[in-house]
């Protein structure tokens, strides 16, 4: 992959502000003191030394949407983190053509925060972009997945077209943005980042990927919190359980 008209990352990443809350992703120290990387979250999400960062979070989404079962607010929960990680490292992407380093131990996390998830990188390393997959998949996905599938019981499967379905949305918000702003440099290297992440074994089986298009084959179990309903790259076409899909078997 070829992608031209390289610019050098900022210490403050500030070329992803205009692009919105999601792709913001704030550098230096914490103002309020230390908080917990996302290294500790991932190797002890039962760690009392650091408050349970991730069963902390789940917690929280579970009581705002009034979730019925911990693992649908794991799949919330999960499905937020991995918007935030990936409207970084793409929007980083297609704006500077390099990626900062998200090594998980560098990454803070505030587990109390609302959305978008509250995200430090304490210092700006660059990175090829061609170390997409190994930064977010490799590097924070896994981890986090086998974390909530051992600890809320969440099947990998649902969480891994999570992380397809963040990607998508990130792929298409920053597509949107470029073109109406006649960034076609910026839009096509969003475009062949999110190609190239699409094809990879973690991603490729779980859904359609066409265009700036994405269905996915399985559900983030939405439509199972009060007021919820399916997404719009949901397999299904209207809640499991509904006359429409109880009248047709």
């Given at each position: 992959?070829?992608?031209?008209?390289?610019?050098?990352?900022?210490?403050?990443?500030?070329?992803?502000?205009?692009?919105g809350g999601f792709f913001v992703l704030r550098t230096g120290a914490a103002p309020h003191g230390p908080l917990p990387t996302?290294?500790?979250?991932?190797?002890?999400?039962?760690?009392?030394?650091?408050?349970?960062?991730?069963?902390?979070?789940?917690?929280?989404?579970?009581?705002?949407?009034?979730?019925?079962?911990p693992r649908i607010a794991a799949s919330i929960a999960q499905q937020a983190l991995a918007a935030r990680l990936w409207s970084v490292a793409l929007g980083c992407a297609a704006v500077y053509g390099r990626i900062p380093d998200l090594d998980p131990r560098l990454l803070h996390w505030d587990a109390d925060s609302g959305a978008p998830d509250d995200l430090w990188l304490a210092e700006v390393r660059p990175r090829p972009v061609d170390a997409l997959a190994q930064t977010v998949l490799h590097g924070?996905?896994?981890?986090?997945?086998?974390?909530?599938?051992?600890?809320?019981?969440?099947?990998?499967?649902?969480?891994?077209?999570?992380?397809?379905?963040?990607?998508?949305?990130?792929?298409?918000?920053?597509?949107?943005?470029?073109?109406?702003?006649?960034r076609t440099e910026m839009a096509a290297r969003a475009r062949a980042a999110t190609a190239e992440l699409f094809a990879h074994p973690l991603l490729a089986g779980t859904g359609t990927?066409?265009?700036?298009?994405?269905?996915?084959?399985?559900?983030?179990?939405?439509?199972?919190?009060?007021?919820?309903?399916?997404?719009?790259?949901?397999?299904?076409?209207?809640?499991?359980?509904?006359?429409?899909?109880?009248?047709?078997?």
């Open positions: 992959m070829v992608l031209l008209l390289f610019v050098d990352l900022d210490p403050e990443l500030a070329a992803l502000r205009p692009l996302l290294a500790r979250t991932y190797e002890n999400p039962a760690s009392e030394v650091y408050g349970n960062s991730l069963t902390f979070r789940v917690q929280i989404v579970a009581e705002r949407l009034q979730a019925p079962e924070h996905l896994e981890p986090l997945n086998a974390a909530l599938a051992a600890r809320h019981r969440t099947a990998t499967g649902l969480l891994w077209g999570n992380a397809a379905s963040a990607l998508a949305g990130a792929a298409r918000e920053l597509d949107r943005w470029a073109r109406t702003r006649g990927f066409t265009g700036s298009s994405f269905r996915r084959r399985s559900c983030c179990l939405y439509y199972r919190v009060p007021g919820g309903g399916v997404c719009g790259d949901c397999c299904f076409t209207q809640p499991p359980g509904s006359s429409r899909n109880a009248a047709s078997g």
